[in-house]
């Protein structure tokens, strides 16, 4: 069985786990995407070959001498009105998002990656604790056949603890179960294959600590991917309708053309050779863009909404990381002092004084069963203490690992 830290499965699951490697590959393409934007646009080279008479053929000789008149041009089309920059522009804050997106991809990851991981934990001790609980029930069977046998017990409370016993073992199968499941989930969250029986969680829960707020909740709003990944959004938005209001600049083609005419029966025996430049605007008079500025205003709009939207939704996360992180924390602290010290001492007591004959199987098994119930809410408090504590880290862009 493979023992893992947190630490080492959150390593694993940065390096292997499939949506990081698809927001990694989503970061290359919008670079790439800024290498397409930041290029002129490429000249044009056009050769023509005209004026050939069926009838006198080409002519012999090298293909210098054909009779026949050639035109080579070169057209270049020149962008103007800062097109080139503000499609540059938004393409590179678009990359910015990408970049900002995979930071984000991996902060959830590192949160789900400790939360299943915890939850692996508390599935690892929940198993420990039923298998202990039906061992004890046994032990106190045990006891009970031999009070039963000495004909100091009835038979009917042996079946009572009988009854008590089997549904320990249910117990402790469901929770085999549910251990099978945590194991399952950790397992495709680090993107590996393996036996679910070959990986435990090796580290201990966290212990309490005092969390204190952010002084500067806007510095760490501003720090935290998915409000990056928004705000460059609304900068690449804003670039879009710069790039939208620059298409009402008109572009220029210019050309320069270079024409041969050899010597033929068609233009009197002379050769002759000409030049020609040439300049093309376009007229706007049935496209004026509006359709295409309305449209980047909208994306602007929208791109504004969803920057407020995630900062609202970041100061929540934070707001509520540290109520639960807080609340799982005190429910920690009063199970250590208090429960699960009283509860302690009172089974043992209630199964001394049952092997002595001083109380009946009932009040035992009372005691029992409460010794359980709240060993296991201890359990479920530690590890909703360790998923708040990892949420708030997460919140607060600390490491998880911690």
């Not at 390096?15 to 590959?25: K, M, Q």
């Not at 000789?61 to 054909?66: E, I, P, Q, T, Y």
């Not at 670039?239 to 010597?263: E, F, H, I, Y």
């Not at 009946?360 to 005691?367: F, G, I, N, Q, R």
């Amino acid at each position: 069985m493979d023992s893992l830290s947190l630490t080492r499965a959150l390593d694993i699951a940065i390096e292997r786990n499939p949506d990081i490697t698809l927001s990694a590959i989503a970061v290359r393409a919008a670079e790439a995407a800024v290498l397409t934007a930041d290029v002129s646009p490429n000249p044009a080279l056009s050769l023509q070959a005209q004026s050939i008479n069926p009838r006198q053929g080409i002519g012999p000789g090298s293909l210098r001498d054909k009779q026949i008149d050639t035109t080579v041009r070169l057209d270049q089309l020149i962008e103007r009105g800062g097109k080139r920059q503000y499609r540059t522009e938004n393409a590179s804050q678009m990359a910015t998002a990408s970049r900002s997106d995979l930071q984000e991809a991996r902060r959830q990851l590192r949160l789900s990656v400790a939360t299943a991981y915890y939850d692996l934990l508390a599935a690892q001790e929940r198993m420990a604790i039923t298998r202990e609980t039906a061992s004890l029930f046994q032990s106190t069977l045990d006891a009970a056949q031999k009070r039963k046998a000495a004909g100091d017990l009835a038979g009917s409370e042996v079946e009572r603890l009988r009854v008590d016993v089997l549904r320990a073992r249910n117990d402790a199968r469901q929770a085999q179960a549910d251990l099978t499941r945590s194991r399952l989930a950790l397992l495709l969250m680090l993107g590996i294959s393996a036996a679910p029986d070959e990986i435990s969680a090796a580290d201990a829960w966290p212990a309490p600590q005092a969390g204190a707020r952010p002084t500067d909740v806007d510095a760490l709003l501003a720090r935290r991917p998915d409000v990056q990944a928004a705000s460059a959004r609304v900068q690449a938005a804003q670039a879009g309708l710069r790039l939208a209001q620059a298409s009402r600049t008109r572009d220029v083609s210019v050309g320069v053309q270079a024409d041969r005419s050899p010597a033929s029966p068609m233009n009197g025996y002379y050769s002759s050779n000409s030049f020609g430049v040439s300049v093309q605007v376009p007229l706007f008079t049935s496209n004026y863009f509006e359709g295409d500025i309305r449209n980047a205003l909208a994306g602007v709009d929208s791109a504004q909404e969803n920057l407020h939207k995630v900062r609202r939704q970041a100061s929540f996360e934070l707001q509520r990381a540290y109520n639960d992180m807080q609340s799982a924390q005190e429910r920690v602290a009063r199970f250590r002092d208090e429960l699960s010290q009283a509860a302690g001492r009172a089974v043992e007591a209630a199964e001394f004084a049952f092997r002595n004959g001083a109380i009946s199987v009932t009040d035992v098994l009372d005691a029992r069963r409460t010794f359980r119930a709240i060993t296991i809410d201890e359990l479920s408090a530690r590890a909703d203490y360790a998923k708040a504590l990892s949420a708030w880290r997460a919140a607060t862009l600390e490491d998880s690992s911690k």
